[in-house]
């Protein structure tokens, strides 16, 4: 099996990586995604995509956490729990993962998942943490844990 760079390798494999994480994505039946339809979630994944190869490609996580960032508030604004929109960044990650595992010689594992793994993660650092300010910010009520600790004084 010839050699073949990461961001080679995910360029030819776009599509059936964007259909494996569209079909991981109607399977965990996100409320707003399913909601959204088809051609919609199609678009949103390809631009995550995008994203994800353009940081391979000049190996730079800037256009990754801004991506996520504004997603973030463009998400909450919209309604979606922050595990729906994870969801969407797991689902490409796994589809993505498959993809390498299964195509990639070995000897390119370390660095084709390290590039992926380093990137989405960034980006679902950055989601995380805008969306937790934005709850914060609009004063969200938060879980009353005390009646967990009760007998415990």
Partial sequence: MPLVNAETFLAQERTAIIGDAESALARSHAQHYEAAGEVEVRRR??????????GIQKRDLGP???YAEKLAEERFEGGYDLVEVQTAFNALEEATWRRVLEG???S???AALGLISTLLGAGKDALARTYV???????APSLDVRALFAGTD
């Fill in 45 to 54: 994944l390809e631009l995550l995509f995008e994203c994800l190869l353009e």
């Fill in 64 to 66: 990754m956490i801004a």
């Fill in 133 to 139: 300010s934005l709850a914060a910010d609009t004063h």
């Fill in 108 to 110: 390119e594992f370390a």
């Fill in 104 to 106: 990639l010689d070995p």
